[in-house]
Nanobody, 113 residues
Framework: QVQLVESGGGLVQAGGSLRLACAAS????????MGWYRQAPGKQRELVAQ???????DYADSVKGRFTISRDNAKNTVYLQMNSLKPEDTAVYYC???????WGQGTQVTVSS
């Protein structure tokens, strides 16, 4: 069955970096667009970054220039490199196969000021 398993979250000071990873299985990863969403307490889930099967990327304005999404089709893994983190980046980050109903369990990112 489809599985998406995120890792790499944690507690970091403002200005620091984290790299999230999402290991995918149960579908033809290289043929699917993938994305990272986040949800902060009391807020709606929002799309942070996406990457097409052709490796074309797009980002929310709030993270442009700070976050980078990438994929390794040989490892069935999508990454989110997060630099210059801000307290407002604090959220649970979720990996998803775009336009599907499949989500990972989420990984908590907390940025202290």
């Amino acid at each position: 069955q489809v599985q998406l398993v995120e890792s790499g979250g944690g507690l970091v000071q403002a200005g620091g970096s984290l790299r999230l990873a999402c290991a995918a299985s149960g579908f033809i990863f290289r043929m699917k667009a993938m994305g990272w969403y986040r949800q902060a307490p009391g807020k709606q889930r929002e799309l942070v970054a996406q990457i097409s099967k052709a490796h074309k990327t797009d980002y929310a304005d709030s993270v442009k220039g700070r976050f980078t999404i990438s994929r390794d089709n040989a490892k069935n893994t999508v990454y989110l490199q997060m630099n210059s983190l801000k307290p407002e980046d604090t959220a649970v980050y979720y990996c998803t196969w775009l336009d599907s109903a499949y989500w990972g369990q989420g990984t908590q990112v907390t940025v202290s000021s």
